[in-house]
């Protein structure tokens, strides 16, 4: 196990670009409306009002190209993992199917790091225990849960997980008890 904060620079975007057969040149940066960032209050879509608790993670829509050309993310777009790592739970989340995956970071408290993969339809092959390949696909992002209108896209979270954490305690609740779960804004993550 590495200690944070030596977290070496994610693959994610550079991953779910060559998978997805983005043009690898063109890609500059995530898109992020007020509401879509890690730790705002208000929702982005639909009535656009309060959250229950402040949003665990980044929600991801759209890209911007180096033209400034902005790029929708649709439904069946393959995502990768963050970093390498082992699928730990998958469960039902309010559009589809959230992924858990642990990774071999701690920090200096000894909590492992864990990243989360929200409406998303999970690949067959993909179950708790299995240690995909980097740069391989776990889901494609699901299309979107009827009347909401909420569109479809990605929700990535990421935090540190107490290390005697059962995988059942893995979900969005425990985020805002802070007890077991400590998040971390997954931007800095993946824009590196």
């Known amino acids: 196990m590495t200690l944070f904060p030596a977290l070496p620079p994610s693959t994610f975007t550079r991953d779910l670009v060559a998978l997805n057969g983005f043009n690898t040149g063109q890609f500059r940066n995530w898109l992020l409306k007020p509401g879509m960032a890690y730790n705002d209050p208000e ?11 402040p ?4 929600d991801l829509v759209s890209y911007q190209d180096q033209n ?5 993310l649709e ?7 963050l970093y390498p790592g082992k699928i730990v739970r998958i469960f039902n989340d309010l559009v589809a199917r959230t992924v858990v995956a642990g ?17 998303m339809v999970v ?14 696909a776990v889901g494609t992002i699901a299309s979107p849960a009827g009347s909401s209108g909420c569109p479809a896209h990605l929700h990535v979270s990421a935090a540190w997980v107490s290390p005697d954490t059962p995988p059942e305690k893995l979900r969005w ?6 007890k077991i779960i400590a998040g971390i804004d997954p931007l800095t993550l993946i824009n590196t």
């Open 43 to 53: 929702k982005w879509w639909g009535n656009q009002g309060p959250r229950p608790s």
């Open 55 to 58: 949003h665990e993670g980044i």
């Open 68 to 72: 400034e050309q902005v790029h929708q």
């Open 75 to 81: 439904p069946g777009t393959l995502i990768p993992l």
């Open 103 to 119: 990774h071999d970071y701690r920090n200096t408290s000894g909590w492992v790091l864990h990243t989360f993969y929200a409406h």
């Open 123 to 136: 690949l067959t092959e993909v179950s708790p225990g299995l240690y995909p390949a980097p740069g391989e």
């Open 173 to 178: 609740q425990e985020f805002a008890s802070k």
